[in-house]
């Protein structure tokens, strides 16, 4: 049966999750926190130390969207991704805006939000000027 490795603070994991749990996909969720440091004995599925990361019958592979492409791949008869070429497009286009440009840029005051350690005023006024360039593209 398929493994799902990482842990559920992880918006990339839920991700993954979601997918799985959507479409009725058996998995197995393994417990991984990668912070501060990866148990060397996942190097070999996960070798830059993120999570997720999924065990399949053909081999571990990570990245939450090639993994969902992944499952799509293996799973034709469920509608994961769109069969329409550009609806699928605009799907990864939104997925790499909200990567890129959205929780890319509000991973910085995560220290704030996680463990509450301070964030400099300067650190703050960019994240928001960021996200008040990039928000009007998700409406
Ligand atoms: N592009 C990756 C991002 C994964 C990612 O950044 N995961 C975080 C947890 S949310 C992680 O493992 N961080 C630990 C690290 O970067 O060392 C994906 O889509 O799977």
């Known amino acids: 049966m398929l493994k799902l490795y990482g842990f ?13 749990l ?9 417990c991984v926190v ?21 065990e399949t019958e ?3 592979l990570c990245e939450s969207t090639p993994i969902v492409e992944y499952l799509a791949a293996m799973h034709p008869d469920k509608p994961i991704l769109p069969a329409d ?4 497009a605009k799907q990864r286009e939104l997925i790499t805006f909200m990567e ?10 995560y220290p704030k939000a996680f ?11 960019r994240v928001q000027r960021k996200l008040q360039r990039h928000l009007p593209a998700f409406k």
């Open 85 to 88: 070429p550009y609806a699928a």
């Open 100 to 109: 890129l440009h959205l929780e890319w840029v509000a991973r910085e005051l």
């Open 8 to 20: 559920s603070l992880s918006n990339y994991h839920n991700k993954v999750k979601f997918v799985l």
């Open 58 to 60: 053909h081999g571990p």
């Open 34 to 54: 990668p912070i501060p440091h990866q148990d060397p004995a996942y190097d070999a599925l996960s070798p830059l130390g993120k999570v997720p990361f999924i």
């Open 22 to 30: 959507e479409h009725g996909i058996a998995f197995e969720e393994v």
């Open 115 to 125: 463990f509450h350690t301070d964030i400099s005023e300067g650190t703050k006024q």
